[in-house]
């Protein structure tokens, strides 16, 4: 008999891309980010040559930080029986996250949890690469007594139980095989945040929401909350552009307190935004439910930066938003993701997730379509964030057509980056970021 | 005229206890902690000799994580002007919390969150030490008009504005110099954990509670939720060790989901807790709120881990609690601490800082008494937890005498921990670990 693999690589990266020279992503409380993965290359010795990719996304500095916490995971991966740690995601989703003293640096929040996430992913990436399959389609393929059981139920109870998601499973598992069919024929409905950062000018504006409608997109999304005369001229620009019929949502990325997003709000609702995006502190549960009752009927959502299961089980439960917006890299991985996916669809609530960055279409786009054939059951009032930033540097990158998600073939979580552009995008030794000047240890002095 | 001072010094130190070789400090989340200080000393060219010291918390693993993120702020400091950045504190706070990159990490919380809180409580110290003073009494000195600089109402005004925040630090105004004598002279109510950790045998904690009683304290702590029944025992055992007029509270230490809590609560009532401390997830304000109303009149207390003054603004307005425990270095330092003081204040909900750990006591005895002074104005009902481990390593120890902490008269936060200290236990080179097998990397692997 063979021996059995074991994991024996525990490689990390700190990859950054430089995007703040273009203002790319630039929105109200983030003017200039660079677009960086806190990336894990996962390898094992079963000779079959497949490792598992992930990573944490970040906007720059910290990504040190986030590579670091990564590394303090490294123990409870190399050197276990693969089969093992594969196997059994729940106990390894549990291991990481119960971790008796890292805990202590979150509990279950911030650099450590989206740590957790990024071994977990990387996991998951490599499960679905041994089972041939992308990972949408491998999720899909669980039953749902495997589902629950990558689930960590704690705390979640007085929303959801075990058995109240196993018979949510179990409800859209007729249907599977069909909304499987469709996927792969038809993709999952995009939306476009392309045209709306808020460092563009006017026109580009306006030429980038013009394309996006021109090449199938049914929603938009523009950037807000620097100045309020600015977000009205720049919505009324832009509904100009796309007509009457184009979903124009707009996101405020938390520059608001509550009654500010009450007042702001109100002034851009005769422009019909479709959603109000993250209009306060991501942590402010009861927040976003006053600025909801206070704005309806236009929508809230939220989620990019929330930080747990618990916090969406509470949005949830307070009625803080219309729309959930899951983050594929922000939780701990798959595995939470999952457990939000299910909260959501127990309180009928529409997940569409965020994504952009490096690499997050790349991931999310498989939640998405594994909420649409064995969660939710589907894509209604549904669609997954699309920017089209930075997709060249991936393996297998995501394809929009028509304005619409194909659904990924390759097997695995689509999260591996090439390696020569993981070479060059070394910071702060790579090609990429060797003509810069020697950055100062840690952030840069405020003038 | 003499050149001005400018930071010149940013000494980071990975320095770990190893308190797990004899279970003080376990508890039912927790159950081998090594405590720990990510530890920060900054240094000037003032040629005062003088230096701030400052440290987050953690309990072992991940403590290099910790170290690497305080590392990410050094740029704020190192090079720049000592009276503009301690001469501004409020906006000194915004420039670490707000940097547009690291913030992502959180965004104010975790891992990034604590790193700014050393670092502030880093500046604190030197400036008390400075101006010649503990920090209790220079915060105590500010107008109402310099306390509100330091804080940062953004997310905060649906529960307390500015001018809110003016009135009430007026209103106590008139009483500083009388309460500050008051306490120079009787000191602060402690209550002690020492005889309630969950890895003592029966014996330990009834003899440590008598001694406890013995000593002078009239409020005792016990860790409670891995096992019910183990739990009557212990608090049936404490109560008769202490009689029936000493304050038992219990710890659960996040055990428990929503409905588990009121069962497991129920069960200890009749034993009359004083308060039930961290019954669930510290991020679910709902779910405390309802813990709460199920078991009243049975009090409910967390905040140990609450992440920032936003979540703690929720529980006040939830009503999640009856005592609201900060901790010294959880949340962002000394700034956002005056935030969540004058937040208790305003929903008149007395605050009973959480201590133990290493260094922790020493911190938070200056918020209590700074609250006293200048804030709520009352120490009725308000106890600063005591752990009796560990303050021999502290230059200015904290002292407590009759159940009672006494003033701290020496100029600084108390946070300076001697030198051969930090050298012994320095991970892992240092004396106390070197005789110890290498750490694999990361964590240990599980069974």
């Known amino acids: 008999m063979a021996a059995r693999a074991r994991f024996t690589g525990f490689r990390t990266l700190d990859v950054r891309f430089p995007t703040s020279r273009h203002l790319d992503g630039s929105d109200a409380m983030n003017p200039d980010p660079d677009y960086s993965a806190a990336y894990l290359v996962i390898g094992t010795d079963a000779g079959d040559g497949l490792e598992g990719h992930g990573f944490a996304f970040t906007i720059g500095r910290g990504n040190d930080v986030q590579v670091a916490a990564i590394e303090a995971l490294a123990g409870y991966v190399v050197g276990r029986d693969v089969e093992e740690v594969l196997g059994d995601m729940g106990a390894t989703w549990r291991s990481f996250v119960d971790d008796s003293q890292l805990r202590w640096l979150g509990p279950e929040k911030g650099v450590v949890h989206m740590a957790v996430g990024a071994v977990v992913n990387a996991l998951w990436d490599l499960r679905a690469k041994r089972a041939g399959l992308p990972l949408w389609d491998l999720l899909s393929r ?105 979903r124009i949502a707009v996101d405020a990325n938390q520059r608001w307190d509550v009654g500010q997003a009450v007042e702001w709000i109100a002034a851009l609702a005769p422009h019909d935004p479709w959603w109000v995006e993250e209009p306060t502190s991501p942590d402010d549960v009861l927040g976003h439910a006053a600025i909801r009752r206070a704005v309806a009927p236009v929508r809230i959502a939220t989620g990019e930066h929330v930080h747990n299961r618990v916090v969406f089980k509470q949005m949830l439960q307070a009625g803080s938003l219309d729309v959930l917006q899951i983050d594929a890299a922000r939780v701990a991985g798959v595995n939470e993701n999952v457990a939000i996916l299910l909260l959501a669809a127990r309180f009928g609530v529409p997940v569409c997730p965020h994504a952009g960055g490096v690499g997050l279409c790349e991931l999310v786009q498989h939640l998405a379509m594994f909420d649409l054939v064995a969660v939710s059951g589907t894509a209604r009032d549904r669609v997954i964030e699309h920017v089209d930033h930075l997709h060249e540097h991936f393996v297998d990158p995501v394809r929009v057509r028509g304005g619409r998600y194909l659904a990924p073939t390759a097997p695995g979580f689509s999260a591996q980056v090439r390696e020569e552009s993981l070479q060059r995008h070394l910071f702060p030794t790579g090609a990429e970021w060797a003509g810069e000047p020697a950055p100062p240890r840690g952030a840069g002095v405020p003038a």
Not at 206 to 225: C, D, H, M, P, S
């Open 142 to 246: 669980l039953s749902p007594e495997e589902l629950v059981s990558l689930v960590d139920f704690r705390y979640l109870t007085d929303a959801l139980t075990e058995q109240e998601a196993l018979e949510l499973l179990r409800a859209a598992e007729p249907g599977r095989a069909a909304r499987r069919e469709a996927l792969l024929r038809e993709g999952y409905p995009a939306y476009t945040t392309t045209p709306g950062w808020l460092g563009y000018s006017d026109d580009k504006l306006v030429r980038l929401a013009r394309e996006a409608v021109a090449e199938g997109f049914t929603q938009i999304k523009l950037k807000v909350g620097a100045d309020l005369d600015d977000d009205v001229r720049r919505l009324r620009l832009a509904r100009g552009a796309v007509g009457p019929d184009v």
